[in-house]
């Protein structure tokens, strides 16, 4: 009989798949820089094999976060924002969430992205609004 894996182990290799696919990598691509297969990759998003700390280390190092960002209630890089927000974590594993955060990234000027965020909360509000009026 298959063993459930830790929930912890889960909430490990769920980061892990957030942090590559939020920077666009494919699991080969990840595997090749830890010297394993991408099956193994597999397994570790999964929970199904737990990862070594030694392993995690150069996971986190290859992602440049802490290793602790990889634990659950780790709010030392914002997680806890993300945990209080479900919606906002599940946007932030779409196609759409990765592709907005990484071309968002490559604005260099404050004053830039300040204004980029005033757009889409405009679009976000305008387009709230007419829901409620549709409805």
Known sequence: MAKTPDPIDVE????IKAQRRLRGMSQDTLAAALG???QQIQKYEKGTNRVSSSRLAV???TFGVPPSYFFPGADDTGQG???A???LASFLETNEG???NLAFSRISSHRMRRKVVGLVTALADAFRRED???T
């Open 98 to 100: 990765r592709d907005l």
């Open 81 to 83: 924002m993300v945990a």
């Open 85 to 87: 927000a479900p919606e």
């Open 12 to 15: 490990v290799g769920s980061k």
């Open 132 to 134: 409620v009026s549709d």
């Open 36 to 38: 394993v297969t991408f």
């Open 59 to 61: 996971i986190a190092k």
